[in-house]
Each structure stands twice: as C-alpha cells, then as structure tokens.
C-alpha cells in the first residue's frame, strides 16, 4: 500500500514524459474515455515537459521510490480570460487513489495558480471520470453550461469552474 507521506511531489522533468502519456492513456482507457477529442489523442500528451514550459504555466510530478503515480497540473489555456488558467492532465495510476494524492495535487495546482496570479480556474472533464467529479465539487468547483477557451477538447462535456 502506498502512503502519503511516501510520496514527493516535484515539478516534471523532460524524462517524465513517457510515463505520464502512458499513465494518460492507461486511464481514459480504463474508464472507457479514450476518445477522439480528448487528451488521449492530442499530441502533447507525448510532450508534457515541453508544454508546460509556458509561462504561467506548471505541472506536478507525484512519485514514491522513483516510481511515478500520476500529476496535474495548471496551464493558461488558449481563449480563457487573463486571469483564468485550467487545471489539466490530472490522472493517477490506480493503485495511487483514494489515498488524497489527487487532494494534494489539486491543492499543489490552486496554490500555483494564486501565485501565478490567476483568478479562477477551469477545467474540463468527462462524465466517465466520476470519482474525479467528486473530489472537484469538494473544491469548490461549479459546472459550467459551456465550454471556455480553446482547448480543443471537443470530447469533454463536462466544464467547471472555481473562483480562486
């Protein structure tokens, strides 16, 4: 079992990137989510690294014993307004759930973005990512009737937004 208090959690590094696709991937697939229009298809899910050296933008490496379980992260998506960032990419190996890393992240993200200078944050999700939905309200985070920026993330038909 995997403990909390085992786990660093770090900004990425280019060496990242194929676990982090693979972990991307692995979970859309598992929740019957790897569609077209989603993250599973975009090509800079390959590039994590590369990506997220945007300004404003970070992303969040979680690992225990040089292993890595998943991240999140935040990104000063293409559309939304000045002071608005998304909330991006946030997946966890199975085994890496359930025990208030994706609290921790998510936390880590909000915290970055207030530093950033953001306002609000957004995301965008999928019904199929239920347990995700849960945690999201916990923090504060209201649907949305339409989408906002340009992530081109036609597949996701679920928006939120948090008031920082």
Not at 134 to 143: A, D, L, M
Request: some cysteine; hydrophobic content about 40%; charged content about 20%.
């Amino acid at each position: 079992m995997i403990m909390l208090s085992d786990i660093l959690i770090r900004k990425i590094q280019p060496s990242d990137n194929p676990d982090l696709a693979l972990i991307v991937r692995n979970t859309l697939s598992e929740f019957g989510a790897a569609n077209p229009g989603t993250v599973y298809f975009d090509p800079t899910t390959d590039a994590l690294f590369e990506l997220f050296q945007t300004p404003k933008a970070a992303y969040f490496v979680a690992e225990t014993h040089s292993k890595i379980l998943g991240g999140g992260g935040i990104y000063p998506t293409e559309g939304l307004p000045e002071d608005t960032c998304e909330l991006v990419k946030m997946y966890l190996l199975p085994e890496a759930r359930g025990i208030g890393l994706g609290r921790c992240l998510i936390e880590h993200c909000l915290e970055t973005a207030i530093s950033n200078g953001f306002q609000q944050v957004y995301l965008e999700t999928l019904d199929e990512l239920h347990l995700a939905l849960k945690i999201y309200h916990k923090f504060g985070f209201e649907y949305l009737k339409a989408p906002m920026g340009n992530s081109k993330h036609f597949g996701c038909g679920l928006w939120m937004l948090k008031k920082l």
